[in-house]
């Protein structure tokens, strides 16, 4: 065996130890093979929403909602807070979609006759938002001059909404909100 590591092999006109061909061919087969030795890796990520809405009735837990309110009399008020978290430390920009929905009741369609709305955001206020009509069953609410709002990093905004029905409003009114990407 020792011959044969020292022994020379003429390649391309010049001698080459064995023993050079044997580790050139070692390499070759190792460096072959390494494809199909290497594991493959992966990573998982989670990407949850940078916004988080919750609302609630004043004094009680806020949670992502929807809101019932119900067991009123027409001529009654009731208060409820909205809450618009940004979780992320850069500025978003949203289209906030406030709605009401109450199914008809007696052949009475919901309208935005049926109550008021005074609101104030981070104890700014009064303000009266304006109501929308969109179909039969649900009105948009539009609490400010524009729907389109830019949050700051980690802002948050409070809303306290005080809603008072008319004495003729009947119906089992259900309050949303959902900030959506423009």
């Known amino acids: 065996m020792r011959k ?5 092999v003429n390649v391309f006109g010049k001698g080459v130890p064995v023993l050079a061909i044997f580790i050139l061919g070692i390499a070759l ?3 072959a093979l390494v494809p199909y030795l290497s594991n493959a ?3 998982n990520v989670v990407v949850d929403s940078p916004m988080v809405q919750e ?6 837990t806020l949670g992502p909602g929807p809101l019932t309110l119900e067991s009123m009399r027409g001529g009654e ?6 809450q618009t978290t940004n979780l992320a430390t ?3 920009t949203g289209d906030v979609m406030n709605l009401v929905s109450s199914e008809p009741v007696d052949g009475i369609d919901v309208s935005c006759a049926d109550f008021t709305l005074e609101a104030y955001t981070n104890n700014v206020g009064p303000y009266y938002p304006t109501c929308t009509e969109i179909n039969t069953t649900t009105l948009r609410i539009h609490y400010g001059p524009a729907d389109v709002i830019t949050w700051g990093g980690l802002q948050v905004d409070t809303t306290k909404v005080t809603v008072t029905f008319e004495v003729n409003a009947v119906g089992t009114y259900e309050f949303s909100s959902q ?3 423009i």
């Open 29 to 31: 087969v190792s460096a």
């Open 41 to 43: 890796i992966t990573g």
């Open 4 to 8: 044969l590591m020292k022994k020379k």
């Open 77 to 82: 008020s009731q208060t409820f807070v909205m």
């Open 55 to 60: 609302i609630g009735l004043v004094g009680e």
């Open 90 to 92: 850069d500025p978003i």
């Open 179 to 181: 900030v959506m990407d």
